[in-house]
């Protein structure tokens, strides 16, 4: 199982960036999957999920409105769509996956794989 996120830049606030997460070793509509964020001194926080066949998604409050997961099966890829950003979103992001269904999706001890990260930077 591999992710591999990229997509990550240097924005100015109230720019916009598309996140990608391509999975290899498994399938994304039959796992859970995630993307994470952690910004200098602070703990990796939840942003945005994607569950199962159904693709019900979940958001933190500070992103709803703003962002927006989705996946495309056929290139087996989760994107993060990232509108109006701040400079409080600057942080590196990270995809992560899990085959569980039933899950914390905020809980990063959920998700069994990761990807490496993506540096999004907001300036303002």
């Known amino acids: 199982v591999q992710l591999q996120a990229s997509g990550g830049g240097l924005v100015q606030a109230g720019g916009s960036l598309r996140l990608s997460c391509v999975a290899s070793?498994?399938?994304?509509?039959?796992?859970?999957v995630a993307w994470f964020r952690q910004a200098p001194g602070k703990e990796r926080e939840g942003v945005s999920c994607i569950i199962g066949r159904n693709g019900r998604t979940y958001y933190d409050e500070r992103v709803k409105g703003r962002f927006t997961i989705s996946r495309d099966t056929s290139a087996n890829t989760v994107y993060l769509q990232m509108n109006m950003l701040q400079p409080d979103d600057t942080a590196v992001y990270y995809c992560?996956?899990?085959?569980?269904?039933?899950?914390?999706?905020?809980?990063?001890?959920?998700?069994?794989?990761w990807g490496q990260g993506t540096l999004v930077t907001v300036s303002s």
């Open positions: 070793g498994f399938t994304v509509d039959d796992h859970a």
């Open positions: 992560a996956a899990t085959e569980n269904s039933r899950i914390l999706w905020g809980m990063s001890v959920e998700y069994q794989h």
